[in-house]
């Protein structure tokens, strides 16, 4: 379906002006400049069948035309998502590490984790091979039982040996802002794509520039 416009929908008012709605709208301008885009709260939502909304906010209304409404009730349901993750044999715990999941037409990508610093995000949080796997395992049972639809997702978990699940967040929240300039492409790009069909096909940190020689 071709949309007239886009809304990026934000939990307040005060939310408008936040760095994630801007940057994202900035991605989705730089892309795709014929569509109309606008970041509206949830109190100043109107239903349309011809505008294709971007939800950065569990908080959606029902009446929303949305295909992610179950998606997104399942993750505002953490404490019930967290009984069927420990059920499967996982580890239950508080995280500030985030495992960005891409689930584009082709199937799920994974990219570098990411973790909290002090006031800010860093990208890439190196893990070992065991626990990639552990979190990706867990990634892709976790989209399966959602019924995830394309997107661009955070795994939350705490750990970087053993880790545990803490939730799943269904939509680019504030700590993918560490992918700007350092992932390729980054976690907001990955995520507009996702929303117009376009393929990913890997995802790869940019390297670190070379040392200036001083003189």
Same mark, same amino acid.
């Given at each position: 379906?071709?949309? =007239?416009?886009?809304?990026?929908?934000?939990?307040?008012?005060?939310?408008?002006?936040?760095?994630?709605?801007?940057?994202?709208?900035?991605?989705?301008?730089?892309? =795709? $400049?014929?569509?109309?885009?606008?970041?509206?709260?949830?109190?100043?939502?109107?239903?349309?069948?011809?505008?294709?909304?971007?939800?950065?906010?569990?908080?959606?209304?029902?009446?929303?035309?949305?295909?992610?409404?179950?998606?997104?009730?399942?993750?505002?349901?953490?404490?019930?998502?967290?009984?069927?993750?420990?059920?499967?044999?996982?580890?239950?715990?508080?995280?500030?590490?985030?495992?960005?999941?891409?689930?584009?037409?082709?199937? $799920?990508?994974?990219?570098?984790?990411?973790?909290?610093?002090?006031?800010?995000?860093?990208?890439?949080?190196?893990?070992?091979?065991?626990?990639?796997?552990?979190?990706?395992?867990?990634?892709?049972?976790?989209?399966?039982?959602?019924?995830?639809?394309?997107?661009?997702?955070?795994?939350?978990?705490?750990?970087?040996?053993?880790?545990?699940?803490?939730?799943?967040?269904?939509?680019?929240?504030?700590?993918?802002?560490?992918?700007?300039?350092?992932?390729?492409?980054?976690?907001?790009?990955?995520?507009?794509?996702?929303?117009?069909?376009?393929?990913?096909?890997?995802?790869?940190?940019?390297?670190?520039?070379? $040392?200036?020689?001083?003189?």
């Amino acid at each position: 379906m071709i949309y =007239s416009s886009v809304q990026i929908v934000v939990e307040s008012e005060r939310d408008r002006s936040a760095t994630l709605p801007i940057k994202l709208q900035d991605t989705i301008q730089r892309i =795709s $400049p014929k569509i109309d885009t606008t970041i509206q709260s949830i109190q100043t939502l109107k239903a349309s069948e011809e505008v294709l909304f971007c939800p950065l906010t569990l908080n959606i209304p029902d009446h929303l035309p949305f295909l992610g409404q179950k998606t997104y009730e399942f993750c505002r349901s953490i404490e019930s998502l967290q009984q069927t993750v420990s059920i499967w044999g996982y580890p239950i715990g508080e995280g500030k590490n985030w495992l960005p999941i891409i689930l584009s037409a082709k199937g $799920p990508l994974y990219g570098e984790a990411i973790q909290n610093g002090n006031l800010t995000y860093h990208q890439p949080l190196h893990l070992g091979d065991r626990t990639r796997q552990t979190l990706y395992q867990l990634g892709y049972q976790l989209l399966r039982h959602i019924q995830a639809i394309p997107g661009v997702y955070l795994l939350q978990f705490g750990g970087t040996s053993n880790p545990c699940f803490d939730r799943l967040i269904p939509f680019p929240d504030t700590p993918v802002l560490a992918s700007l300039g350092v992932q390729e492409p980054d976690l907001l790009t990955s995520y507009w794509y996702c929303q117009i069909g376009t393929p990913l096909i890997d995802l790869q940190i940019k390297p670190l520039p070379l $040392p200036s020689n001083s003189a």
